[in-house]
């Protein structure tokens, strides 16, 4: 007779229990989010500080200010917008799973049989998962166009501001 309360004790299922355990703690779903945060904000530093040299190298020239201004804040916008999209995806991935369980267990419930379960499950998640992309993109987009339009407006304001004090400034001077 096997003894069914006897647990393997090698070191890889010690590891995937306590690995196990640790996933169904909020407070490492928390860390995790916050770990994966950090680091696409760390990784996307340096493409935004590319961004803006790349605004400050044509807007100090003789070039206009505006085309330099509107492909800076685009990509700006983009960045952010895609930032965006990742934090959502991270909150959105757990309660989607939740209403999926959900809807599958009160399914279950009702008495349908095992393969038209399985049907309806298969249906259930590509509306779940359309739907969540849906909101997704769209929450993406408006927090891209938010942050375009305000680099857009910073970036020309900072630039007229520089111009207007290079104005002054060549007032004060003395004539020699």
């Known amino acids: 007779m096997v003894d069914l309360d006897r647990r393997d004790s090698s070191p890889k299922s010690r590891l995937t229990s306590s690995l196990m355990v640790a996933l169904r703690k909020?407070?490492?779903?928390?860390?995790l989010y916050f770990l994966l945060y950090s680091l696409l904000l760390s990784s996307s530093w340096n493409l935004l500080l590319s961004?803006?040299?790349?605004?400050?190298t044509y807007s100090s020239s003789s070039y206009p200010s505006f085309p330099?201004?509107?492909c800076a804040s685009l990509l700006y916008g983009a960045v952010f917008g895609l930032l965006a999209m990742a934090a959502a995806l991270a909150v959105a991935v757990p309660a989607t799973l939740?209403?999926?369980i959900t809807v599958l267990v009160l399914l279950a419930f009702v008495g349908r049989p095992r393969a038209q379960l399985v049907a309806d499950g298969r249906r259930i998640t590509a509306d779940i998962?359309?739907?969540a992309l849906r909101i997704l993109l769209r929450e993406g987009n408006l927090a891209a166009a938010c942050c375009a339009l305000a680099s857009f407006v910073a970036l020309l304001a900072n630039r007229r501001w520089r111009q207007l004090q290079l104005v002054v400034g060549q007032e004060e001077r003395p004539l020699t």
Do not use: C, Q
């Open 129 to 131: 998962l359309a739907f």
């Open 68 to 70: 330099a201004a509107l």
């Open 26 to 31: 909020r407070r490492t779903w928390v860390s």
């Open 98 to 100: 939740v209403t999926w």
């Open 51 to 56: 961004i803006h040299s790349y605004y400050n």
